[in-house]
């Protein structure tokens, strides 16, 4: 049992320490394949299939406006983050105990590399867009992850509608 703790461990620094800063991350670009795969909250959405955006503005005061947003089930949507601030900011999408757990890992590793179509990246002054598939009703998170931000409050709930059938 200890020989796969101490694995784990040095899996663990191995991933931390071959990573780096959010600030040098590659994002999914126009050339970038997108993986789709399910998650509770929906699936990563096709740019062709947006028939809304939403503008999530972000700032300095670790909030984002708006804080609360309402789709249907069904509903492809460009979120749009817009970082008003001077510090990078990001979007991730989940469940609450999902991103609590993944701002504590953040925490512990904060220059950890990860990219997913349900999170954006963004620079003081620049804008990242999520292209997500609503296709589950519900009500679910997002949140900005940056170690400290997430903690200040910086999060946010979308509602996904029941189509009704």
């Known amino acids: ?3 796969i703790k101490f ?3 040095c899996a663990l620094l191995a991933i931390a320490s ?3 800063g959010h600030e040098n991350m590659a994002h999914h670009g126009a050339h970038a394949p997108v993986a789709r795969e399910q998650k509770d909250w929906g699936i990563a959405g096709d ?3 947006v028939r809304r955006t939403i503008v999530l503005r972000m700032s300095d005061d670790m909030r984002f406006s708006p804080n609360q947003i309402e789709v249907q089930e069904g509903d492809t ?3 749009r983050a ?3 601030g001077r510090m990078l900011h990001e979007i991730v ?3 609450r105990a999902e991103l609590a757990q993944h701002a504590q890992m953040m925490q512990k590793f904060p220059d950890m590399e990860h990219d997913e179509p349900s999170m954006v990246h963004v620079r003081a002054g620049r804008r990242g867009d999520i292209v ?3 296709n589950r009703p519900g009500t679910f998170d997002f949140a900005c992850l940056i170690p400290g931000h997430f903690e200040a409050g910086m999060t946010g709930t979308i509602t996904v509608r029941p189509r009704n059938r």
């Open 47 to 49: 740019p062709a299939a």
């Open 7 to 9: 694995i784990a461990a």
């Open 82 to 84: 817009d970082n008003r």
């Open 1 to 3: 049992m200890k020989t």
């Open 77 to 79: 949507v460009r979120l």
């Open 132 to 134: 997500w598939h609503f």
């Open 18 to 20: 071959a990573s780096f």
């Open 93 to 95: 999408l989940g469940t």
